[in-house]
Structures are given as C-alpha cells and as structure tokens.
C-alpha cells in the first residue's frame, strides 16, 4: 500500500496482539504512544497504512499462530512490522523477507522509529489526549498491572530469559503512580503481572521511591500492601512459590487483596521437577497449601502443569495425578510438552511420544475435571461478590473473586439484563458444573467467609 503524500487525516497503524497478558501491556503502551503521536487505531487491515503484529516465541505453537498471523497481515496489507518475542527469531525474515521492520519484545522505542519511517506522523504529539492511565485493549473495567520484565531463574524448559532478559523490577513509586490512574479512570480490578512476580525488587535491592510523599519498598509485600489501599480487587498472577509469599496471606485473610495465588507448580514428580530446574519438594508444598488454607479457608490456588516432559514416566505420571486430588486446586491448566528450540530440556534424554503426551493430557484434565467440580460444588447456595463483564439479551456473565478473566470461569446470571459491564453485584450461587457457577442477584449480606 503507498501512503499518499498530503493526506490530511491521520495516519491508521492497525494492530495484531498475540501472547499473554504481559505481551498484552506491551501492546497497550505502543498504542498509547501512537495515539499521543496523532495516529489512529484501524480496525482492520483494509485502512491501515501499516500493521504492527507483537508476536509471541514461547511454544513452537505459538511460533506458528504468530507466523501465521504475520502472513495474514502480509496477505492483507502488506506493511507490516512485527515486534515481540518471536521477533527475535530468524524464521520471521526467512519466511517473511518483506516485512517493514522486526524488533524483540518490550522494544517500544524501535517499534516507534519503525511505524514513523512507514507512516510519518501529521504533527507533534498531543499528549493531553491520552488519558493518564493510558490507552488499553482490556474492557473498561479491569486492567493488567505490569511489575517487572525478564526472569532470573532458569527453568529447563523456559526460554523467556533468552527472549525478555533478566529480571528488572520497574521502581514501586511508579507502579503506584500507574495504578492509581487505572483506579481513577474507573478501573475495578488489577491483575499483577510480570515473569516473576514475586521476585519483585531482587534486582534493584527492594529500592526505595516516592509515591505520595512516603518512602515504599520495590518489596512484594509492600507493593500488595499498597495496592490493597486502592480499594478495587487486587489479583497476583504469576507467583513463584517463594518462602516469603506467605507475607501476603494476611492481606488477603482481610480482604485487601484477593484470594488468589497463581502459581505455576508444573509438576509434583521430584524426578521431573529436578530435569525442570523447579522446586521439588511436592509433600511439603502439598503441606503449605493446607497451611494457606488455614489462614485463608477461601483461597483459590490456579496453576498450570506440563505433562510428557523429557524422561517422565509412567510413575511419574501417576504421582502427579494423585498429587493434584490432593491438592484440590481451584483452576488448573495443562499443557503437553513442546521441544522449544534454545530450551535447555531438548538436549534431555527419554522424549516421550507424542501419542503418550496426548494420551497423559486427556487423562490429566478428566481427573482435575472431577476435582474442579467436586470444589466448585462447594459455593452452592453462598452469596458473593461478582464483577460483570458482559452483558447481553440472555443475561450477565461475570466472576467472583476465584476467577480471572480469560482464563478460568465464569458466573452466569440468566435473564439478568439490567446490569451493566463493571457492575459488582451479589449473587446467590444455585448450581455448579466442572467449571462455572450459575446465580441469582440477592439482597443478602454477603456470605462471611467471602
């Protein structure tokens, strides 16, 4: 497409967001930064005058999805500038040697260069028309609070070090200062993500910064301890199981923040977590989530778990899957092995097939699919806070405090078409299946133990 000397309207950069939620901020603050410059958001590729894909490289599948992405945008337009983790890859300009430009992740500058070489911006920029929390592609009423870049540890199967660097904690004063801007631009509930998050500060020695005239560590309890002083749900995803994690639980045993951890065990085996790089003590674990549970009877655990990884076997396997009836985590998710180039786990011995990967996963979730029911059996007939998130002519979807958006599930309110999307309605629980609630508003007090 050529962009046409003269034109008097503003340049439109359309824009393609693959990846997780931190992925996700990266895209946000691009488009902010586009929007201050006097650019607008095309909404799709036809009136584009270029397209920017933020790619994801985690998983060879990904891999695929943002390859295929690039050459839907390539196919469509024909300007494209690709950005993220797969940008990082060789195979985008093997596969695409057309492509505008191509820049890793978090590179927002390069990307900025990038999108004015293609489509030069009409004027200076008017930051006074960007609001102060910024542009975002999440519903109005929750938002995704980034806390750090990059990853210290070394987890065989991860290349995010690779791809996002190490870790590196932005300083507290200014997260602060950016959630206070999601609250004042009426946003309900955070979502605290990074690679790590509960490494926040190692980097930077939990340095010290302003916010509101007082001194605050860059520490994770204090950074939950003041995001609970904000008054809106407070959700931490991304917790690696540190000793001092448990500094929070009493924050959320008041109701200061959520509770909810997301915690990415990956697997329970002591030989499998040891080929891992991860903690392998699956008893003790197994002992500390009694002990959370004590002090918070009403904590939801979600976490994630990879079977078929490299040398796991059948007993392995068997060990995980009593492991998760044990635990009896709220949400779970799986995910089949995947031989990621540059993961150290390729070099491995006892690659499982793929049959037997697909063979372990199906097996997996039938097991935390009973699990899942028998805990979610347990909120009938309570009352509880529930955040609305869509509404339409059959009723309300929302969630409670155990659910996160996207990924785990939801609370339906049928025929409730009144509410409106970042409602927070108390609902009385009248059934559960697997994995969602269904409910009717109430005018009871909430249950206590909510």
Known sequence: ???????????????????????????????????????????????????VVNTCGFLDSAKAESLEAIGEAMAQNGRVI??????????????????????????????????????????APYLDLVP????????????????SEGCNNKCSFCIIPDLRGRLASRPAGDVMREAEALVEAGVSELLVVSQ????????????????????????????????GNLGVWVRLHYVYPYPHVDEVLPLMAAGKILPYLDIPFQHASPNVLKAMRRPA?????????????????????RSTFIVGFPGETSEDFEILLAWLQAARLT????????????????????????????ERYHRFM?????????VLSTRIGRTLDVLIDEVDEEGATGRSAWDAPEIDGCVFLNGETDLQPGDMAKVKIDYADEYDLWGSLSNDDLDPSN
Not at 112 to 119: G, L, P, R
Not at 132 to 147: D, E, F, M, N, W
């Open 132 to 147: 102060r929390s910024g542009l975002r592609l999440t519903p109005s009423h929750y938002a995704y609070l980034k806390i």
């Open 281 to 301: 003590a699956a008893e003790q674990t197994l002992e500390r989530i009694a002990r959370w549970r004590q002090a918070v009877p009403d904590l939801a655990i």
């Open 196 to 227: 790590d998050t509960s490494a926040y500060g190692v980097d930077i020695k939990f340095a010290q910064s302003n916010w509101n005239g007082q001194a605050l560590k860059a520490r994770f309890y204090e950074l939950c301890e003041a995001l």
């Open 82 to 123: 690709v950005t993220g983790c797969f940008g990082l890859d060789r195979k985008v300009l093997e596969t695409y040697p057309d492509v505008l430009a191509v820049t890793g992740p978090h590179q927002y500058d390069a990307v900025m260069d990038a999108v004015h070489t293609a489509a030069p911006a009409p004027h």
């Open 366 to 374: 039938e097991v935390q699919k009973a699990v899942s029911e028998s």
């Open 331 to 358: 949400r779970v998710g799986c995910f089949k092995y995947e031989n990621v180039d540059g993961a150290r786990s390729r070099d491995l011995p006892g690659h499982v097939p793929d049959e037997l990967k697909a």
């Open 1 to 51: 497409m050529q962009i046409k000397t003269g034109k008097q309207s503003a340049p439109k950069v359309g824009f393609v967001s693959l990846g997780c939620a931190k992925a996700l901020v990266d895209s946000e603050r691009i488009i902010t930064r586009l929007t201050a410059e006097g650019y607008a958001i095309a909404p799709s590729y036809d009136g584009a005058d270029v397209v």
